[in-house]
């Protein structure tokens, strides 16, 4: 069973920058895609990056690309997600997802439904 812990979260000001952590822990760390989504209250989830472990796969939606950077530290089987220049509508719960090992591809890796395990979320406050 796999199992997602994230931190990092909290309170930044505008224009600053946050990284968040994802250890991953439980079965093998590599082969499996492992994505950061944010969500508001009352929308839906939305990948922001993601990751196939242990290779240099990344991934970003079109409005990601620039300020948020996906990456890894086996060793630590951790998955990290940096923003930079926050603005307030980055203010969401983050969460970490993770798909089982050599399951889906690059053309899904976006798609929330098609994660197995999720964390349970870490809170980003940006004030202006």
């Known amino acids: 069973q796999v199992q997602l812990v994230e931190s990092g979260g909290g309170s930044v000001q505008a224009g600053g920058s946050l990284r968040l952590s994802c250890v991953v822990s439980?079965?093998?760390?590599?082969?499996?895609?492992v994505a950061w989504f944010r969500q508001t209250p009352g929308g839906e989830r939305e990948a922001v990056a993601g990751?196939?472990?242990?290779?240099?796969?990344?991934y970003f939606p079109d409005s990601a690309k620039g300020r948020f950077a996906i990456s890894e530290d086996i060793p630590k089987n951790t998955v990290y997600l940096q923003i930079d220049n926050v603005n307030p509508e980055d203010t969401a719960t983050y969460y970490c997802a993770a798909k089982r090992p050599n399951v889906g591809t690059p053309s899904n890796w976006a798609r929330a439904s098609s994660y197995s395990y999720w964390g349970q979320g870490t809170q980003v406050t940006v004030s202006s």
């Open positions: 990751i196939f472990t242990g290779s240099l796969g990344t």
């Open positions: 439980g079965g093998t760390y590599a082969n499996k895609y």
